[in-house]
């Protein structure tokens, strides 16, 4: 009796070690842990949004680093270069989790110029902390944009604004008092990127109980769609880890798909 109750143990005992090795590496990967890169990170948005050459916020379609304004009826507000130029913004902006390094206010002895002088913020923090360099190179955070956008987009929260004043001709955005207020079609996928990036990175993200409220409501009001699923496959295989957030409403979609 002795040696069967061990050797129950004793298997029991290698179920649960190999369900731990299983496990570890799953969670090891549950974040961005590849790509260290900004630049290296547009490089390869820029091959995957090939099959979709279409700006975030104002569906402009694009060539290379050239929007086509004439596509989506977008009309430039004051920077008529940057109109011109496509960019790759971080939906939930850098500065939501570069804050939290010290660098980013402080600045650190490291952070020099060639001339001796100091710098902090982006820059520095990128330099020093390798774990702000692989949440700024999350390629499911970064979208194409029109860099006039992307500017006065700043680092402004989501929410809700009355009335529709638009500053970019016919692109469905409103900012004001610093806030945004983009396209419904978007909505979802925003809701979606933040819920990702609290999620993945909990140390550094924290969502306010009205961005909850929203996104949940952004979330439903605006499904997942197939090129988002199908960025999101792109995006696993070359970061290695999966959007859960995605994930499960892409498959869930896809079962729909095959019913209807």
């Not at 279409?54 to 290379?64: L, Q």
């Not at 009826?73 to 004051?78: E, I, V």
């Not at 909990?202 to 699923?229: G, N, R």
């Amino acid at each position: 009796m002795s040696f069967c109750k061990n050797f129950i143990k004793l298997i029991t005992f290698t179920h649960i070690l190999i369900l731990v090795i299983l496990i570890l590496p799953l969670s090891a990967i549950a974040k961005n842990q590849k790509i260290q890169s900004f630049s290296k990170s547009k490089k390869i948005l820029s091959k995957i949004h090939q099959f979709q050459p279409k700006t975030f916020y104002c569906n402009c379609s694009y060539k290379g680093k050239i929007p086509d304004l004439t596509s989506c009826g977008y009309a430039p507000y004051k920077n008529i270069n940057r109109a011109n130029k496509i960019e790759w913004e971080h939906v939930l902006p850098a500065s939501r989790f570069g804050k939290i390094f010290n660098t980013w206010k402080k600045g650190h002895p490291k952070c020099k110029k060639s001339n001796g002088k100091s710098y902090k913020g982006r820059k520095c923090a990128e330099k020093i902390h390798k774990k702000f360099r692989l949440m700024h190179a999350d390629l499911y955070n970064l979208q194409p944009t029109i860099g006039e956008v992307n500017e006065m987009r700043s680092n402004y929260k989501m929410s809700m604004i009355k009335g529709e004043d638009r500053k970019f001709g016919k692109c469905d955005i409103e900012i004001k008092n610093k806030m945004i207020e983009p396209a419904p079609k978007i909505r979802g996928n925003i809701a979606r990127t933040y819920f990702y990036m609290q999620k993945t990175y909990p140390d550094y993200i924290i969502l306010t109980h009205h961005e909850i409220a929203l996104f949940q409501k952004w979330d439903s009001l605006d499904p997942v769609d197939d090129w988002e699923c199908k960025r999101a496959k792109q995006i696993r295989k070359i970061q290695g880890n999966q959007n859960n957030i995605l994930y499960k409403k892409c498959v869930l979609k896809g079962k729909k798909d095959l019913e209807d």
